[in-house]
């Protein structure tokens, strides 16, 4: 499966951002979906996740309460609101794809999108 991540951009601290996922085939639907985060010269951190059907979710603790992760199995995409942005929120935003579990470690990940900047200014 291909993947396409969307909608990063530069936001002042305390803004908001929507990401968005494009997957390019129908079994999206049976992947459980994660997002992730990489900050220069650090390494790839878990973000959020949903399985298959959206009814479970996981959060890094550094980002619960701010941000919310749904997908729309119809439309074969899923998005991560990002809400009260922090400057240590500022990376390049990866989604991926799983066809086994839903996980929170990288190496899990079957598929990676390419990545989307998110920016926050303080």
């Known amino acids: 499966v291909q993947l396409q991540a969307s909608g990063g951009g530069l936001v002042q601290a305390g803004g908001s951002l929507s990401l968005s996922c494009a997957a390019s085939?129908?079994?999206?639907?049976?992947?459980?979906m994660g997002w992730f985060r990489q900050a220069p010269g650090k390494e790839r951190e878990f973000v959020a996740a949903t399985s298959w059907s959206g009814g479970r979710t996981y959060y890094a603790d550094s980002v619960k309460g701010r941000f919310t992760t749904s997908r729309d199995n119809a439309g074969n995409s899923m998005f991560l609101q990002m809400n009260s942005l922090k400057p240590e929120d500022t990376a390049v935003y990866y989604c991926?794809?799983?066809?086994?579990?839903?996980?929170?470690?990288?190496?899990?990940?079957?598929?990676w999108g390419q990545g989307t900047q998110v920016t926050v200014s303080s």
């Open positions: 991926a794809a799983d066809e086994k579990r839903l996980a929170t470690t990288a190496i899990q990940y079957d598929y």
């Open positions: 085939r129908r079994s999206f639907r049976s992947f459980a």
